[in-house]
């Protein structure tokens, strides 16, 4: 089946713009991450769903930032009052159950410039 | 708070060498660590998972090792090819199914 997808895959943002960026995991995954990843660094982890509940949000990096997974399915990350510093690639991931859950599927992700 | 650091930050080769790319972790309780590929404007492709009862994995020409009581991951690439080229990350996973942290990478290029 296809893999994760996400959209759109390039997003400029005039500064106090809001944006939304999906994320439809793969069929059947019950977890979904979130991450953002900043020019020339690793991914850094935002917030997590299993299913429905957003377990951790911790990573969020303001109030800013809000995300959610209705239906446990697809997910949007907003961004609300954009920031320069908001300009990252936010990388979404799934992950399975049992065996599977031990591995994450990453995205091709959504590069935000903050202009 | 976890942290992960890669060494080298970045490594030119000629094609056809053997090389190894390092990982550190500070906290030995790891549930498992992934390594990944990202190629320049794509996400990141799994390379291998070594779980914590594990002491390596091996794909083809690439073999990564942990060794939880140092903290340290390595991956060795044999025979390294210009396709090699990429960001190689890894990532560790403190509790089953959680968040990855990952370290900033390692830029490689291997030149023809």
């Known amino acids: 089946g296809a893999g994760v997808s996400q959209s759109p895959r390039y997003k400029v943002a005039k500064r106090g713009q809001d944006v939304a960026l999906r994320c439809d995991p793969i069929?059947?995954?019950?977890?979904l991450f979130w991450y953002q990843q900043a020019l020339g660094q690793g991914p850094e982890f935002l917030t997590y769903?299993?299913?429905?509940?957003?377990?951790?949000k911790s990573g969020l990096p303001s109030d800013r930032f809000f995300a959610e997974r209705p239906e446990g399915s697809v997910s949007t990350l907003k961004i609300q009052r954009t920031q320069q510093e908001d300009s990252a690639v936010y990388l979404c991931?799934?992950?399975?159950?049992?065996?599977?859950?031990?591995?994450?599927?990453f995205g091709p992700g959504t590069r935000l410039t903050v202009t | 708070k976890q942290e992960v650091t890669q060494i080298p930050a970045a490594l030119s080769v000629p094609e056809g060498e053997n090389l190894v790319l390092n990982c550190s972790f500070t906290d030995s309780a790891i549930y498992n660590l992934q390594w990944f590929r990202q190629d320049p404007g794509k996400g990141l492709t799994s390379l291998l998972l070594?779980?914590?009862?594990?002491r390596e994995q091996t794909s083809g020409r690439l073999n990564a090792s942990l060794d939880k009581s140092s903290g340290r991951s390595t991956l060795y690439i044999a025979a390294s090819q210009p396709g090699d080229s990429a960001t190689y990350l890894c990532?560790?996973?403190?509790?089953?199914?959680?968040?990855?942290?990952f370290g900033a990478g390692t830029i490689l290029r291997v030149k023809s």
């Open positions: 070594i779980q914590s009862s594990q």
């Open positions: 069929s059947g995954h019950v977890s």
């Open positions: 990532a560790q996973v403190m509790e089953y199914g959680n968040k990855l942290v």
């Open positions: 769903f299993q299913n429905e509940a957003q377990l951790d």
């Open positions: 991931a799934s992950s399975g159950r049992g065996r599977e859950r031990n591995e994450q599927y």
